[in-house]
């Protein structure tokens, strides 16, 4: 890896929005090996991310290892527009999908600390439509609910919601309700919502960890909860406190020459899915708010929000959250009921319970989730640690590479 002075200093600003000294600071490599990592051994991240772009199984991305609080890698690879030959930048704007569930789950969080609401309520009664929702039966047919569908039933994945598979999939069909993509829909979360209450649900609450709208049932929450909408409280609350500019449901006019191109994998090689002119994020109708798949981000915008919730709660002296709140969502909330890469699932997050919970490398504690789009993160309490792959390739085929950079980063760790 080739460790430049000034791009690591500009990497600094970009994350923390500091000025750059004038100090001269030390060799990047020496830098590196201060905060714990092989120079040598992290040549491998390079390597596995250069060779995916020259394959032409990967256009380009955005990489972040940070430690301390202080940038190990904070890189750009490849190109964000292939066919124009445009280089990726580190503040390339991204759709980061299911991503924004940890957004949204951070306002339902905020507004639980203030009292709003417990975790047990019953849904139903901040969102009436819920009242009466029944639950589909394997062979056909419905039931009722065996107990209220409760928030924390939302913030675990408990909640029968999927994105259309299930008993139910036939109403889920015919609804709509068929996939996690909202932003081109031309009505309000409000609206949706309310359509979607009507639907059963896939299983009885608490009874199974089945992933699907459930965050955006939480963001309409958010929205009745805080009398704001969703978009509102997450700029006023959460991204504008915290010094993230780029992160938000639209792309700006200004902005739109940042939006990285989707690119998806057929055949073995990249092809072009989606550029900004034939994104709903430009020109769509802007009117639901996804809480669950919905916002863009960028490399050091999302860092930043990420390092708030490694502080448990705090950065640069903005607090979102009370450690305590930030340790009740990073616990394991499911045992065996959890899906994904780890053996647990927090209130937002996949958790990691136990040492080779990954079955791969990491640590007890670390949390994490990853987007439809393929960006990627670990937030690793006990190595102080942040692992960030930022990019847009969908479909994914076979590639492991989101993946591969978390072992990459951690075999690089050496004290």
């Given amino acids: 890896m080739k460790f430049h002075v000034l791009a690591g200093a500009l990497a600094c600003a970009a994350l923390t929005h500091a000025p750059i000294t004038t100090a001269a600071p030390p060799k990047a490599a020496e830098a590196v090996t201060a905060q714990g990592f092989s120079p040598e051994r992290l040549k491998r991240l390079d390597v596995a991310i250069d060779e995916q772009i020259a394959g032409k199984q990967l256009a380009g991305g955005v990489m972040v290892v ?42 339902a969080m905020m507004l639980y600390e203030e009292g709003r609401f417990l975790l ?21 047919g419905t039931e009722k609910l ?13 909640a029968g919601m999927s994105y259309g598979a ?23 979360l409000a609206a949706w919502t309310d359509r979607f209450a009507a639907l059963p649900l896939q299983s009885q609450p608490g009874e199974q960890f089945i992933y699907g709208y459930a965050t955006d049932v939480l963001g309409r929450l958010v929205e009745v909860v805080s009398g704001q909408s969703l978009d509102r409280f997450i700029k006023t609350r959460i991204t ?19 939006l990285a191109n989707v690119y998806g994998l057929e055949g073995g090689r990249i092809k ?22 919905g916002m863009l981000s960028t490399a050091s915008d999302y860092t930043r929000f990420l390092q708030m919730l490694l502080n448990k709660g705090e950065l640069d002296g903005v607090r979102l959250l009370a450690p305590k709140t930030v340790e009740l969502m990073t616990a394991d909330h499911l045992a065996d009921k959890s899906r994904g890469d780890a053996d647990g699932f927090g209130l937002g ?37 942040i692992i960030l792959l930022m990019t847009q390739l969908r479909p994914a085929g076979s590639s492991t590479l989101h993946l591969r950079v978390r072992t990459l980063t951690y075999q690089a760790l050496i004290r």
């Fill in 66 to 107: 940070m430690r301390d609080g202080k940038p190990v890698v904070f890189k750009a690879y490849g190109q964000q527009d292939v066919e124009n030959a445009k280089a990726m930048r580190t503040d390339t704007i991204f759709r980061i999908a299911s991503m924004s569930k940890a957004l949204t789950t951070v306002a």
């Fill in 120 to 140: 047990k309520d019953p849904l139903s009664r901040y969102l009436p439509a819920f009242a009466n929702v029944q639950v589909a039966l394997p062979g056909g």
């Fill in 146 to 158: 065996r107990r209220p569908l409760t928030i924390h039933d939302l913030l675990t994945h408990t």
């Fill in 166 to 188: 299930g008993p139910a999939k036939a109403a889920y069909d015919a609804a709509g309700m068929k996939d996690w993509y909202l932003v081109g829909n031309d009505e309000t």
């Fill in 240 to 258: 504008d406190p915290l010094r993230m500019p780029d992160t938000g449901f639209v792309v700006a006019p200004e902005k739109i020459a940042r």
């Fill in 272 to 293: 072009l899915m989606e550029t900004s002119d034939k994104s709903d994020f430009v020109n769509g109708p802007h009117k639901l708010m996804s809480g669950g798949a």
């Fill in 349 to 385: 997050f996949w958790v990691n319970v136990r040492r080779g919970g990954f079955k791969e490398l990491g640590s007890e504690g670390a949390f994490g989730w990853g987007s439809a789009y393929f960006p990627q993160y670990t937030v690793d309490p006990k190595e102080r640690l």
